[in-house]
């Protein structure tokens, strides 16, 4: 198969269906059912499933099998599902829909939104350790998968993004212009890109990938989160905020974004720039590259 024979709708429609049906497994309601309903609500309240998939993806580009990275796949969205709930918070970004449905702390108070989160990011760390009894991965992966996912959701990645784009306002408030895309660079590169890029290193390290292929997924992955960020930061402007699933803007909110920073055309060309030099990383790939390209062309082309 090759890029102009894929179908990569019906690709994501199909994978997101299979990773779906993984998740409710690993979602199961058990006592107390107040917070397996809660971490469901968010969990499938829409979404892409783009980390998940990405997991796969880097499997299956490294030789690995679908189902031996399933557990992982999954981990990826919990983490992803768990940072949402807690943005949303009062203390955070103060937002009352997400996805177009009521977020986790209008839906189940604040205290039980913030209980569903932390059960997501620890349970997802309980489905990394369950790869470890899958033929053919082993423990030695498996801790290696584990010590890179606490890096990039922990404090030198999501967390760290997340607080200093939370106090951005008193970390740029008199800052210069350079100031300021430092600080935004250092919001993104955390706070989107880091899951983004493990999620690809993660299936290929469980796959048993060579270092120069996990190092291809690597800068791939690098590149397509800050485009994946860019894209949001654009569709926050011109979107349709039904399709979005939102109604305020980032704009109402005075936070800092590449297109308040950059305008609207300077943001799409650094966007593009990234893509392109995203598919120049796949090229070790060879002809199997086509699902990633693919990708990155759908993370700026989107609508949501």
Sequence with gaps: MTKNSFDLKKYLAAKTHVVNAALDKYLEVKYPPLIYRAMRYSMFAGGKRLRPILVLEGARLCGGREQSVMPTA????FIHTYSLIHDDLPAMDNDDYRRGKLTSHKKFGEDVAILAGDALLTEALGLVAKNAQEKGIGAERVINVLALLVRA???EGMIGGQLVDTCEDSLVKKGKQATKKRTLA????HKTLALIQASLSAGAMLAGASPAKIKALDRYGADIGLA???????LDVVGDKK????KGSDAQNKKLTYVSLYGLDGARRQAKGLVAAAKRE?????REKYILESLADFIIEREY
């Design 243 to 246: 399709k979005l699933g939102k």
């Design 228 to 234: 994946f960020q860019i894209a949001d930061d654009i």
């Design 282 to 286: 796949l090229a070790v790939f060879g």
């Design 153 to 155: 959701s922990g404090v």
């Design 74 to 77: 999954c981990a990826l969205e």
């Design 186 to 189: 250092y919001i993104h590169t």
